[in-house]
C-alpha cells in the first residue's frame, strides 16, 4: 500500500492558492482505480467499508487498542439528575400510570378510588404518605377489598431520611409482583416524589438498574419531581450498590 500522504510545510504554503471543484475532481479520478474495503489515509487510521467490520464483529466486540483499565462508575450529580428529570415533562400528569409491569406509581386520588383499584386489579397498596394529616388510608379503609396495605409516614421534605425504607419496600414490592395475578399501587399525595422515590429505589435494589436508568424507565410512562433531598439518598444508594456489583 502507498505511504500514508501527509501534507507539506514550506514558507510558501501560505500563498498556495484553493483548488477549485474542478481540479478537485479530477484530482479524484486521478487516484486509484479500485477500492479496498480498508486503506490507511493516515498513520493508524483507517477508511473502510461495513463488511470487514463485520466479519470481525467488530461491531458487536469492538477492540480498543493502548486502552487501560475501565473507568469505575461514577454516580451522577445533583444538578445533572435535576436536568434529566426536566429534560421529558409532558404538559399533563395522570392520576395513575404503569411505570413498570404490574407496578402503578398515581397519586391519592387513585387511592382513594376502590372502585378503580378493583378494575385494576391492584392486589397490594403501598402509601408514601401514610398518617393522619396526609393520605390517611389505612387497612380499614380498604376492608373488604381483595388487596394488602403498607403504609409509611413519611414527608415531602428533603431533610426526611426516605432511605431508611429502601429496602423494606422493594422487598414487599418485589414479594407481591411475584405472587400470582400481583399488581402493586404506590402512591404519596401527588405521584412525583415519595412514592417515585420508593420506585426508583425498587428498580436500582431489585431489578439492577442505575440511578439514570431507573429515572429514564420511570420517566418513559410518568413526570416524576424527587426533591433533592431523596435525590442525594438515591446517589448513596447508586454509590453504594455500584460498589458492592463491582460495577465498572
Known amino acids: 500500500m502507498a505511504e500514508a500522504w501527509r ?3 514550506g514558507a ?5 492558492a484553493c483548488p477549485s471543484v474542478l481540479e478537485l475532481e479530477e ?6 482505480a479500485s477500492c479496498s474495503r480498508v486503506d490507511e489515509v493516515w ?3 483507517f477508511i473502510g467499508d461495513a463488511m470487514d467490520s463485520l466479519q470481525k464483529q467488530d461491531l458487536r466486540r469492538p477492540k480498543i487498542h493502548g486502552a487501560g483499565r475501565v473507568s469505575p462508575y461514577q454516580p451522577p450529580t445533583l444538578a445533572s439528575l435535576q436536568r434529566l428529570l426536566w429534560v421529558r415533562r409532558a ?3 395522570n392520576h395513575v400510570n404503569e411505570v413498570w409491569p404490574n407496578l402503578f406509581l398515581g397519586d391519592a386520588y387513585t387511592a382513594r378510588d376502590k372502585s378503580r383499584l378493583v378494575q385494576m386489579g391492584i392486589t397490594h397498596v403501598v402509601n408514601a404518605a401514610a398518617g393522619r394529616f396526609q393520605v390517611d388510608t389505612g387497612a380499614k379503609f380498604y376492608h373488604g377489598l381483595p388487596l394488602e396495605y403498607y403504609g ?3 414527608d415531602d421534605n428533603p431533610y426526611f431520611d426516605i432511605s431508611i425504607y429502601f429496602l423494606p419496600v422493594a422487598r414487599y ?3 407481591a409482583l411475584s405472587a400470582p395475578r400481583g399488581r402493586v399501587l404506590v402512591h404519596c399525595a401527588m405521584g412525583v ?3 417515585a422515590t420508593l420506585v426508583l429505589a425498587f428498580l436500582m435494589i431489585c431489578e439492577n438498574m442505575t440511578l439514570v436508568e431507573a429515572i429514564q424507565t420511570v420517566q418513559a410512562h410518568r413526570d416524576i419531581c424527587p426533591n433533592s433531598g431523596f435525590l442525594r439518598q438515591l446517589q448513596v444508594l447508586d454509590n453504594r450498590l455500584g460498589r458492592e456489583s463491582g460495577r465498572p
Open 12 to 16: 510558501d504554503a501560505e500563498a498556495t
Open 173 to 175: 414490592i418485589r414479594t
Open 193 to 195: 416524589s415519595r412514592s
Open 152 to 154: 409509611i409516614e413519611a
Open 43 to 45: 498513520p493508524n487510521l
Open 27 to 32: 484530482l479524484l479520478r486521478a487516484g486509484k
Open 91 to 93: 404538559a399533563t400528569l
Open 7 to 9: 501534507p507539506e510545510q
